[in-house]
């Protein structure tokens, strides 16, 4: 496919502009019938960003944070599932069916996060 010509230098001062003026990023591409990138690329060259910016950034912490804490709750559950087994193991040595479940569960939830948050 072609390359694209760069758009004028009046569209891209028009975009910048409605970025000044708060406006969103999908609500300028659709106003100027450019991709979302292009206009990231012209706030980015013109050194402006978008306001909701701080507010993403504030809402993808707090979702890490509550993910972190589901994660601690459901490690804390099925420890004390774990804990409760009164059989973990059958009288050939191997271990039942539920010492499998739960412990490997146990090992999943703690499998890409060493239990801390950062």
Known sequence: MPKRPPLPRTTRDAVADAIRAGRGRNEIARAF?????????????????????????EASHARQVDMWAAR???EARLL???????NTMRPDGRPTRAEKRLSYALYNVRRHHDGTYR
């Open 33 to 57: 019938g450019i991709s979302t990138g292009s206009v990231s690329n012209i706030a980015r060259d013109s050194g402006l960003w978008f306001e909701r910016s701080s507010v993403t950034a």
């Open 72 to 74: 601690v709750e459901r």
């Open 80 to 86: 004390d599932e774990y804990m409760a087994l009164t």
